[in-house]
């Protein structure tokens, strides 16, 4: 297997291969690479976490064994302030947060609803169908003072 040496780049919170850009095409893994990984000028910047496994393991299946030449960048590397590497990969736990957030903004709302319903229900507040639109005006308002002073009775309570 012949041997190929890259440099790799750490801080104290997190590691970095530099790799050409065109490496990953030849590769063709650019489409794998995520937004934790950087970019600046013909470089990527390939997070050790996930990005720099593919282009290892892609390299290997090449028959490349890959060296690491290893500079440390002490607390806070220059790389953190390159561009974010143009990723059209979506993040899995990004997508379930936002989707469980909307999901509890959902039940919340639809809690909410419900909650109002009964309010009119348990209170028997009338509505008929014939009411002209001042009456129905007055009827909100009328249910709204009586929702605030209920809502001010519970708070209270």
């Not at 030849?26 to 996930?50: C, F, H, M, Q, W």
């Not at 290893?70 to 989707?99: C, L, M, N, Q």
């Not at 999901?103 to 229900?121: G, H, I, K, Q």
């Given at each position: 297997?012949?041997?190929?040496?890259?440099?790799?780049?750490?801080?104290?919170?997190?590691?970095?291969?530099?790799?050409?850009?065109?490496?990953?095409?030849?590769?063709?893994?650019?489409?794998?690479?995520?937004?934790?990984?950087?970019?600046?000028?013909?470089?990527?910047?390939?997070?050790?976490?996930?990005?720099?496994?593919?282009?290892?393991?892609?390299?290997?299946?090449?028959?490349?064994?890959?060296?690491?030449?290893?500079?440390?960048?002490?607390?806070?590397?220059?790389?953190?302030?390159?561009?974010?590497?143009?990723?059209?990969?979506?993040?899995?736990?990004?997508?379930?947060?936002?989707?469980?957030?909307?999901s509890e903004e959902t039940e919340t709302v639809e809690a909410e609803e419900?909650?109002?319903?009964?309010?009119?229900?348990?209170?028997?507040?009338?509505?008929?169908?014939?009411?002209?639109?001042?009456?129905?005006?007055?009827?909100?308002?009328?249910?709204?003072?009586?929702?605030?002073?209920?809502?001010?009775e519970e708070i209270a309570a």
């Amino acid at each position: 297997m012949e041997k190929v040496t890259k440099r790799f780049f750490s801080d104290a919170g997190h590691g970095w291969l530099s790799v050409k850009i065109a490496e990953l095409d030849e590769l063709n893994i650019r489409d794998k690479i995520t937004a934790y990984s950087y970019v600046n000028g013909k470089s990527a910047y390939l997070e050790e976490d996930v990005d720099m496994h593919y282009y290892i393991k892609a390299m290997e299946d090449k028959g490349f064994q890959v060296d690491l030449d290893v500079r440390d960048h002490g607390s806070r590397s220059r790389i953190r302030r390159y561009e974010p590497f143009p990723s059209t990969v979506v993040d899995e736990d990004v997508v379930a947060t936002v989707e469980e957030t909307i999901s509890e903004e959902t039940e919340t709302v639809e809690a909410e609803e419900v909650s109002d319903e009964t309010l009119v229900m348990e209170n028997e507040i009338p509505f008929e169908d014939d009411l002209s639109l001042s009456d129905v005006t007055e009827e909100v308002e009328a249910a709204f003072k009586t929702y605030e002073a209920i809502r001010e009775e519970e708070i209270a309570a």
